[in-house]
């Protein structure tokens, strides 16, 4: 089954301590996105990648890293998060090819609570 | 860059009738449009799509979206909506030339009552 799947899916931390976010896609997608919602503001972009080795910023970067070593993986790694992070995170997935219609693939969603 | 204001946050409607979600947008360059709809506790996915040709496009479950070049508007339409329709939707446009970089709307929350 074509999928995107996201650990974990609920995460509660305190201010300052290190986490991961994994993110996976079985598609073979060149591209991999991750993104913040919050109520009344939508998804938020905040890191893509391109392709393995090619990531870039997206409209809220701050606070955030990422990286690809892999195709079908995209960890979202907060260093310290703080409680504006408090947020429900998502990761997608689509092709580079004009016949995929950009179709965007989504996970089911990390809610990250930060104390 | 782009912007997509949907001028909603939430409509109720009582099921079998019709509804409209408004979708406005602002681009300096050519757009492809998206409507996505996220039901409860999920993950979004992708209900209809303008790249181009026709300007009125469907989806499998009835609903529909025209894109209006002249009021940069792809408003989302269904004339009988149903109890499952029930879920936020979300505006989205790309460039077409880098269609993956998705710009969304804040969302509008359809609460479809019996």
């Known amino acids: 089954e074509a999928q995107v799947t996201q650990n974990p899916r609920y995460l509660i931390t305190v201010t300052g301590k290190k986490l991961t976010v994994t993110c996976s896609q079985n598609?073979?997608?060149?591209?991999m996105s991750w993104y913040r919602q919050d109520p009344g503001l939508g998804l938020r972009q905040i890191y893509y990648?391109?392709?393995?080795?090619?990531?870039d910023k997206g409209d809220v970067p701050e606070g955030y890293k990422v990286s690809r070593k892999e195709k079908r993986n995209f960890p979202l790694i907060l260093e310290s998060p703080s409680p504006n992070q408090t947020s429900l995170y998502f990761c997608?997935?689509?092709?580079?090819?004009?016949?995929?219609?950009?179709?965007?693939?989504f996970g089911p969603g990390t809610r990250l609570t930060v104390t | 860059a782009q912007s997509v204001t949907q001028l909603d946050s939430q409509v109720p409607v009582f099921e079998e009738a019709p509804v409209e979600l408004r979708c406005n947008y602002s681009s300096s360059v050519s757009v492809y449009l998206f409507w996505y709809v996220q039901y409860p506790n999920q993950g979004l996915q992708l209900l209809l799509k303008y790249l181009s040709g026709s300007t009125l496009v469907e989806s499998i479950n009835g609903f529909e979206a025209e894109f209006n070049k002249s009021q940069t508007s792809f408003h989302l339409r269904k004339p009988s909506v149903h109890i499952s329709d029930t879920a936020e939707y979300f505006c989205a446009v790309s460039p077409n030339n880098a269609g993956n970089m998705l710009t969304f709307g804040g969302g509008t929350r359809l609460m479809v009552k019996p």
């Open positions: 997608a997935s689509s092709s580079d090819r004009v016949s995929s219609s950009y179709e965007q693939y």
């Open positions: 990648s391109m392709n393995v080795e090619v990531t």
């Open positions: 598609m073979n997608h060149e591209y």
